[in-house]
Protein backbone atom coordinates (compact mmCIF):
# COMPACT_ATOMS: atom_id res chain seq x y z
CA UNK A 1 0.00 0.00 0.00
CA UNK A 2 1.28 3.16 -1.27
CA UNK A 3 1.75 6.13 1.73
CA UNK A 4 -0.65 8.16 0.29
CA UNK A 5 -3.34 5.82 -0.54
CA UNK A 6 -2.68 4.91 3.69
CA UNK A 7 -2.45 8.27 5.00
CA UNK A 8 -6.33 8.93 3.03
CA UNK A 9 -7.61 5.36 4.94
CA UNK A 10 -6.23 7.39 8.50
CA UNK A 11 -8.07 10.18 7.39
CA UNK A 12 -11.42 9.19 6.63
CA UNK A 13 -10.91 6.49 9.33
CA UNK A 14 -10.65 9.90 11.67
CA UNK A 15 -13.46 11.47 10.45
CA UNK A 16 -16.01 8.50 11.13
CA UNK A 17 -14.39 7.89 14.41
CA UNK A 18 -15.03 11.64 14.99
CA UNK A 19 -18.53 11.57 13.45
CA UNK A 20 -19.87 8.62 15.77
CA UNK A 21 -18.29 9.93 19.02
CA UNK A 22 -19.68 13.54 18.41
CA UNK A 23 -23.63 11.40 17.50
CA UNK A 24 -22.97 9.46 21.06
CA UNK A 25 -21.93 12.23 22.52
CA UNK A 26 -25.04 14.75 21.48
CA UNK A 27 -27.29 12.28 20.65
CA UNK A 28 -26.61 9.30 22.55
CA UNK A 29 -26.68 7.08 19.37
CA UNK A 30 -24.85 3.67 19.10
CA UNK A 31 -23.77 2.30 16.25
CA UNK A 32 -26.87 0.41 15.57
CA UNK A 33 -28.44 3.91 15.78
CA UNK A 34 -26.00 5.17 13.65
CA UNK A 35 -26.66 2.50 10.90
CA UNK A 36 -30.15 2.54 11.23
CA UNK A 37 -30.36 6.26 10.68
CA UNK A 38 -28.10 6.58 8.07
CA UNK A 39 -28.93 3.01 6.07
CA UNK A 40 -24.61 2.23 6.32
CA UNK A 41 -23.99 -1.36 7.65
CA UNK A 42 -22.70 -1.83 10.91
CA UNK A 43 -19.79 -3.82 9.07
CA UNK A 44 -19.54 -0.87 6.41
CA UNK A 45 -19.07 1.63 9.61
CA UNK A 46 -16.42 -0.56 11.33
CA UNK A 47 -14.55 -1.58 8.09
CA UNK A 48 -14.01 2.55 7.94
CA UNK A 49 -13.26 3.15 11.16
CA UNK A 50 -10.18 0.54 10.80
CA UNK A 51 -9.35 1.39 7.97
CA UNK A 52 -9.96 -1.99 6.61
CA UNK A 53 -11.09 -1.69 2.56
CA UNK A 54 -9.08 -2.40 -0.40
CA UNK A 55 -11.02 -0.06 -2.93
CA UNK A 56 -12.36 3.21 -1.99
CA UNK A 57 -16.07 3.36 -0.40
CA UNK A 58 -18.95 3.76 -2.65
CA UNK A 59 -19.58 7.65 -2.69
CA UNK A 60 -23.59 6.85 -2.20
CA UNK A 61 -22.71 5.46 1.07
CA UNK A 62 -20.57 8.04 2.10
CA UNK A 63 -23.47 10.85 1.28
CA UNK A 64 -25.66 8.32 3.07
CA UNK A 65 -23.62 8.47 6.24
CA UNK A 66 -22.47 11.98 6.10
CA UNK A 67 -26.52 12.95 5.56
CA UNK A 68 -28.16 10.75 8.18
CA UNK A 69 -25.87 12.65 10.89
CA UNK A 70 -26.03 15.69 9.32
CA UNK A 71 -22.74 15.86 8.06
CA UNK A 72 -21.65 17.98 4.56
CA UNK A 73 -20.39 15.05 2.22
CA UNK A 74 -17.81 17.46 0.92
CA UNK A 75 -15.91 17.12 3.90
CA UNK A 76 -15.77 13.17 4.03
CA UNK A 77 -14.62 13.35 0.09
CA UNK A 78 -12.05 16.32 1.14
CA UNK A 79 -10.13 13.41 3.10
CA UNK A 80 -11.06 10.76 0.50
CA UNK A 81 -8.96 13.03 -1.88
CA UNK A 82 -12.28 13.24 -4.19
CA UNK A 83 -12.58 16.99 -5.83
CA UNK A 84 -16.60 17.85 -5.38
CA UNK A 85 -17.58 16.67 -8.97
CA UNK A 86 -17.63 12.66 -7.43
CA UNK A 87 -20.36 13.36 -5.68
CA UNK A 88 -23.00 11.69 -6.70
CA UNK A 89 -26.07 12.99 -7.63
CA UNK A 90 -29.31 12.78 -6.33
CA UNK A 91 -32.51 12.39 -8.73
CA UNK A 92 -33.98 15.91 -9.82
CA UNK A 93 -30.87 18.22 -9.66
CA UNK A 94 -33.88 21.32 -8.53
CA UNK A 95 -35.09 20.85 -4.88
CA UNK A 96 -38.78 20.95 -4.27
CA UNK A 97 -39.87 24.14 -2.51
CA UNK A 98 -39.39 24.30 1.31
CA UNK A 99 -42.17 23.57 3.19
CA UNK A 100 -43.04 27.28 5.31
CA UNK A 101 -43.25 25.30 8.43
CA UNK A 102 -39.64 23.51 8.06
CA UNK A 103 -38.14 27.33 7.24
CA UNK A 104 -39.20 28.27 10.51
CA UNK A 105 -37.43 25.21 12.40
CA UNK A 106 -34.42 26.00 10.39
CA UNK A 107 -34.13 29.12 11.43
CA UNK A 108 -35.21 28.71 15.16
CA UNK A 109 -32.24 26.27 14.87
CA UNK A 110 -29.79 28.45 13.62
CA UNK A 111 -30.87 31.82 15.93
CA UNK A 112 -28.80 32.48 18.66
CA UNK A 113 -31.77 33.56 20.72
CA UNK A 114 -33.05 30.41 21.18
CA UNK A 115 -31.75 27.93 23.67
CA UNK A 116 -29.68 24.70 23.30
CA UNK A 117 -32.52 23.14 25.34
CA UNK A 118 -34.94 24.19 22.63
CA UNK A 119 -33.17 23.76 19.56
CA UNK A 120 -32.46 19.81 21.32
CA UNK A 121 -36.18 19.21 21.54
CA UNK A 122 -36.78 20.61 17.91
CA UNK A 123 -34.19 18.27 16.38
CA UNK A 124 -35.46 15.58 18.70
CA UNK A 125 -38.97 15.86 17.11
CA UNK A 126 -37.70 16.16 13.57
CA UNK A 127 -36.05 13.31 14.37
CA UNK A 128 -38.85 11.28 15.36
CA UNK A 129 -41.18 12.50 12.61
CA UNK A 130 -38.03 11.26 10.38
CA UNK A 131 -37.75 7.59 11.33
CA UNK A 132 -41.11 6.61 12.25
CA UNK A 133 -42.68 3.89 9.82
CA UNK A 134 -44.89 5.30 7.45
CA UNK A 135 -48.26 4.92 8.28
CA UNK A 136 -50.46 2.70 6.02
CA UNK A 137 -52.49 4.36 3.58
CA UNK A 138 -56.09 3.19 4.17
CA UNK A 139 -59.42 4.24 2.76
CA UNK A 140 -60.84 5.63 5.77
CA UNK A 141 -57.59 7.80 5.85
CA UNK A 142 -56.77 8.59 2.01
CA UNK A 143 -57.39 11.92 0.44
CA UNK A 144 -58.43 13.75 3.86
CA UNK A 145 -56.22 16.31 5.20
CA UNK A 146 -54.70 16.03 8.39
CA UNK A 147 -54.48 18.60 10.93
Known amino acids: MTETANARKIAF?????????EARATRAWSGTEVSRRTGVSRQTINRWVRGDWASDPEAE???AFCEGLGLDPAT??????WDRRSTPHRAGTIPPPMDPDVEALLRRLVDPEVSDAEKFHIRETIRYLAYRPTLPVTAHNRGKRVG
Open 13 to 21: ATFIRRALD
Open 61 to 63: RVV
Open 76 to 81: AFATLG
